[in-house]
T-cell receptor
């Protein structure tokens, strides 16, 4: 298994540009999430999905869109990039919710470092 | 929402020393994970431990759910242990993982 993969690894955008960060997992996990990490801080949840066709907002959703058309993929779209969106973005997946570690443990991708000028 | 506090925020050790990192949380949880973020930014799962005690080599963790805290023990620290250690929890009534701000660990040779 490749686990959770993210592309690109690095990206530089100009203010106002749009782009999509890709995330894929090959573990047949139901839950997928997007986080951002700013310097000196923990991760904050942007959006998450509990299954194909179902998404919900996290702590900091403004300026981002998501969709989940397949179990494997969970892309994050920046509609009109702003300097405040300069951050490292992590995608994560989890089997589901249940009583055992195999359901609840969350696994993270390698991250995308985004700079908005 | 649930509050997660980690202490200390920074820790500097000499190689070979032992350390204890703490995570306090403000509500009942059914998911607690410890992660290590290495200097290259990669997040590595250390433990899934909503309750009880686990050990993995030089690392061990204990969560006392009734008292709303978890401890991560690092023994005989090595320079490769440097990085940021995060605690993340999911409250019993919620569906999201909430992260603490982390403990920055530096192990000097």
């Amino acid at each position: 298994n490749a686990g959770v993969t993210q592309t690109p690894k690095f990206q530089v955008l100009k203010t106002g540009q749009s782009m999509t960060l890709q995330c894929a997992q090959d573990m047949n996990h139901e839950y997928m999430s997007w986080y951002r990490q700013d310097p000196g801080m923990g991760l904050r949840l942007i959006h998450y999905s509990v299954g194909a066709g179902i998404t919900d907002q996290g702590e900091v959703p403004n300026g981002y869109n998501v969709s989940r058309s397949t179990t494997e993929d969970f892309p994050l779209r920046l509609l009109s990039a702003a300097p405040s969106q300069t951050s490292v973005y992590f995608c994560a997946s989890q089997r589901g919710q249940g009583l055992t570690v195999s359901y609840n443990e969350q696994f993270f991708g390698p991250g995308t470092r985004l700079t908005v000028l | 929402g649930i509050q997660v506090e980690q202490s200390p925020p920074d820790l500097i050790l000499q190689e070979g020393a032992n350390s204890t990192l703490r995570c306090n949380f403000s509500d009942s949880v059914n998911n607690l994970q410890w992660f290590h973020q290495n200097p290259w930014g990669q997040l590595i799962n250390l433990f899934y431990i909503p309750s009880g005690t686990k050990q993995n080599g030089r690392l061990s963790a204990t969560t006392v759910a009734t008292e709303r805290y978890s401890l991560l023990y690092i023994s005989s620290s090595q320079t490769t242990d440097s990085g940021v250690y995060f605690c993340a929890v999911k409250e019993t009534s919620g569906s999201r993982l909430t992260f603490g701000e982390g403990t920055q660990l530096t192990v000097n040779p």
